[in-house]
């Protein structure tokens, strides 16, 4: 038994949690997310570098909430997906156990917000070079080039959603696109359709996104979504200072004001 399957095993002989979400191999040779509900089923549990999805995701569905006690297998973009989520008081301090993998592939129990804390800032890493060189690339450009750029990729949109689906960020009950009366977003795929819907999902998630990277790797025509939200993210870094999924007590700044708030950015 593996040193994973070991910890996992502990939580529910000792009735700690009632449902464990890790990863499995699938039958086409990869790796798919696995809910376990019982021991018996613990040597399916695996972790390698193909291990990627972001399993938080499914933290608010109602049919994983309904098992109660449950426990994850996390690296560092799940941790942070924890901490946010609980900044905007979606998760409270022991609803859920970790199993955070490091950047060596080790396994260790976390379980309170201030081990999730230290771990990641333990465990930062750096963005894949490719995307590196990409975010430079289009922050090189002229206003009008950058419209461009991100006018054609919204373009390919073939509003499949998909990058809504995978996000742990985008758990509205009722997400804007789906409301008809009145009708906010457009919902064909068409520049002015593609174009509403990009600008309210990258807003929603501006200073939100803990940058998983799952929306573009879900993204059936490869729109690079997750360098915008990265970039709204800097911004309001640079004016506010803050960054999300680092701590749980966040105060993200588009939801909070202070009585001595300068207005002189509303123009
Ligand atoms: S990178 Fe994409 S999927 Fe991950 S939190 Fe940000 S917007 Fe959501
Ligand atoms: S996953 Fe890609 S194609 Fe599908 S809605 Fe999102 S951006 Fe559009």
Redo the contacts with the bound molecule.
Sequence with gaps: MTELQNIAKKLFDDGSINLLIGYSNNENGGTSAIFIDNSADIDKLIYNENCHQ?LMVYFQKPEVKKFGKLAFVVSL?GLK?VL?IASENQIKDGDAYFIAIDKDGNPSLLQDFHQIEDFITNNQTKPPMGLLKLMEKINNMTREERWQYWTDEFSKCIKCYA?RS?????YCTQCITDINIPQWISTESSPIGNLDWHIA?AMH?AG?????????K?CPVDIP??LL??NLNKSIAIHFGDEPGMKADYKYPLSHYKLEDKENFIR
């Design positions: 972001n973009p997906s946010e990058c995978v996000c742990p960020l985008c999902r998630l939100r996104c803990i940058g998983c990277g799952e929306c573009m879900a979504l997750a939200t990265a």
